[in-house]
């Protein structure tokens, strides 16, 4: 297991970091990251780089799961979705109560935002960077069977 950061503590509960490091067959590699992936029709290898040490590891592994962790990453859509102040998606009601004062358009439809409508109609957010969402795997998975519906109603409106 691959950790960006010094140490689990600060995004990880106590019971798993526990179930975690008391597991013989998990190997925890912190100040780590991963600076390749290769293959041919399947990933093959995966190089990852400790970056206190600078020192690099290719293993043959065929299947990687990436945990983006807490921090939503969505800088690349300020001015474009509303975002609150941590950086998370503003969907549905949130929009109103947003306060926006980063020059991203308001709601710019007569009809308010469905539950999952980030502030460009048409444009749904789930899962953790969305604002609001408890950070869980099944609220993600349920909020993306519910855009699904979300989607075909937006594109009956058209």
């Known amino acids: 297991m691959l950790v960006r950061a010094a140490e689990l503590s600060s995004t990880m509960s106590r019971y ?12 925890l590699h912190v100040n780590t990251e991963i600076v390749a992936l290769d293959g041919g029709e399947h990933l093959e290898r995966v190089t990852w780089k400790n970056r206190k040490s600078g020192e690099t590891s290719t293993q043959d592994i065929r299947h990687v799961f990436v945990m983006t962790g807490a921090s939503p990453r969505t800088e690349w859509l300020r001015g474009c979705l509303a975002l609150d102040d941590k950086g998370f998606i503003l969907t549905g009601r949130d929009l109103d109560n947003a306060g926006i004062t980063d020059g991203t358009p308001r709601w710019p439809l007569s009809r308010g935002p469905q539950m999952l409508e980030t502030s460009l109609p048409g444009v749904f957010a789930v899962g953790d960077a969305r604002s609001g969402n408890v950070k869980r795997v099944a609220s993600a998975v349920g909020e993306g069977a519910i855009s699904i519906h979300l989607v075909h109603r937006a594109l ?3």
């Open 156 to 158: 009956a409106e058209l």
């Open 16 to 27: 798993l970091i526990q179930r975690l490091t008391e597991n013989p067959k998990i190997e």
